[in-house]
């Protein structure tokens, strides 16, 4: 080759690597762009304004955009080669930002009446110094409070809520290294990596990433997860189990001294302790998958689930024994009972107002969608000569915790978040690995499904906003609620989503007269503050719980309406605050009932 | 500064900031970035460069995260446990185990605990001593 023809190669690939460089360029700074738009898009949001189909009913058609434009430089990063790996994850942060940061922008207060109650938990252990698992449940798994009380102290901040609007930001923050870690220990195809990694938040409407043990319980769920598979790989070498579990184009298991061997063992261990007094069920969910993952001998450490069972036992036996010794019965006799926990699951939570019906099918549609995606995308797989069963085996293993019990009909729920990560990476094969990625047809329908899905996000994930949103009236309302009761006192809710508990919590008594309320019974919600006729009793109306009444307990404005009247006007009560979205209303001393 | 000294020398920085400002009372955002800062992050990260695992950057910053939380929370809820909650001994106990794991983590240590570790497991008859 002669030296004219060397370098006009030289020249062609130094044109070739400039003009990449500025299509990333270009495509990193169309993701930035796409968060500035979304971020002045949020600026004039009335959340007051929003209808039963929550926040994407206030939103500017501008945010929607956003996303568009965000998604359309995410599918051409992801196929285009050379693949950048910091333009594909500053794409994904930026994803991350939009997607669960929306509520801390446009929202004046804290949302969601759980995180409240764990800020008040937060508050006992501070002010007490001291773990009582007298309390409630809580108490006996109190990892996740511990930890909260010593960021807050040490931020200088006067209650824990503080933290409460940006855990969800920090939460997906600390899942993506973790997704990453558990999707890279299964393809070295980027393509599925990232696509993955977007389907995984895209489809994380859950909203269990709140300030809560179980968002932190999730992180180390997939960290641990992640860890075995990368670090501690092994495969079936003989028998049918090896002809269903092959190597598949994996990456190399990396080569780790004795030490390391040891110390990351030790590490994924100490990871699971941290699961076993912060959340309930996520160690359950960690064993489970641990325990398939031996028997399906993908994993060499095949004596780690004896060790987890025995660590979660011990938790269990001694320092949970208070909370369990009081509901073992309960807790036993829920196991197998799959129909009452379907029940819970999806029959008991279809109903409500139109719109929240509308809703609930989005939700339904979404996750269809996702494990329908999930399931082409094992088919593709095996179909392509991968025969690996270790994805839909891990994406399916959730499910048996339908099994255990319905969860307060929650369990559904964490059974998709559960298997979420195995699913998103099994629905990325589905979409970048069947046909000709690179052809503009097919980049155009992976913009189209991607924009779909984070369209479904939006109306599943803050489809209950109008209930879970707090007003600065409220907050001013409930902090005076605990400034007239005195100790001691039974504080009365008509709906569930009341956000109370945030003070104070082991000093009040506490009922929810869910019932009585649907039904405009107020004579059975006196009579429920009269239970105890020497403690003086509260009943708080607040404009989230008569959201709620209206969203899932299927009243009409009209009706909720005449039941506030109800309430005002009934001579068994007096009332003693009104002031914006709360009313305060006590038992009259020898006031009727009704 | 030699390079592999950089990041303990940060950590130690960190480390000590954070001890500052809380026992001085110091409000605003300089201490929440600073103190929020160093419990998600610097007690995992000292404890990796004493592991070392083969792990890119973005893997490690996650368990970095993972063995903090882990760290902070045991801390904290056996102070709890005990009745002897403050946030200045919860603080002094996790800087302490952060410089206990920057010391083993600088090199020559890492060397010694490496040589000690093959030799025990050649002991056990796992591998041959090198």
Known sequence: MSVSTLAAAEARARTLSERTDATQALLGGGALVAAVIWALSLRPVDVAGMSDLGLVSVLSPLTGAAFLLLTVTFVLAVTLRPHATWLLLLQVVVLIVMLFTITAIVEAEPRFSVSWRHAGIIEVLTRTGQIDPAIDAYFSWPGFFALGGLLTQAAGLPSAIDLAPWAPLAFNLMYLPAVLLLFRSGTQNPRVIWTGAFLFFAGNWIGQDYFSPQGLGYFLYLLTIGILLTMFRSWPRSGWLASWFRPTGEPDAPVLTPFQRAALMSIVLFLFATTVYSHQLTPFSIVGLVLVLVMARRISAIGLPVVMVVVLGTWLSYMAVSYLGGHLNELISRIGSVDTTVAANLTDRFRGSPLHLAVLAVRSLTTIGLFGLAGVGAVHRLLRGRRDLTWPLLALAPFGLLLLQSYGGEMLLRVYLFSLPFAAFLAAYALVDIGRPERLRHAVALVVVLTVLIGAFGISRYGNERMDVTTASEVQGMEELYRIAPRDALLVALADNVFWKFTAYEQYHYAIVNSAARTGDVSGIIDRMRQTPDRPAYLVVSRSQLAALEIQGGLDPAEVTDLVAAIRGAPGLEQVYDRGDVQIFRTSPQGPSS | ?130
């Not at chain 2, 950089?6 to 600073?34: K, N, W």
């Not at chain 2, 970095?64 to 045991?74: E, H, R, T």
């Not at chain 2, 002094?92 to 093959?118: D, K, T």
């Open chain 2, 1 to 130: 500064m030699n390079g592999r000294l950089a990041v303990p020398a940060f950590l130690l920085l960190i480390t000590g900031a954070t001890e500052l400002l809380v026992s001085s009372d110091g409000q605003g955002p300089v201490r929440i970035a600073t103190s929020v800062g160093f419990l998600l992050l610097v007690p995992g990260w000292a404890v990796l460069r004493m592991v070392d695992p083969p792990v890119d950057l973005v893997t490690g910053a996650g368990l970095a995260i993972a063995i903090s939380v882990g760290l902070d929370m045991a801390v904290a809820t056996t102070l709890l446990y005990l009745r002897i909650w403050s946030v200045g001994l919860a603080l002094a106990i996790i800087s302490a185990l952060v410089v206990l794991a920057i010391l083993l983590g600088l090199p020559a240590s890492r060397a010694a605990i490496g040589r000690e570790a093959r030799r025990a497991w050649a002991a056990l008859g796992s591998v041959d001593e090198p």
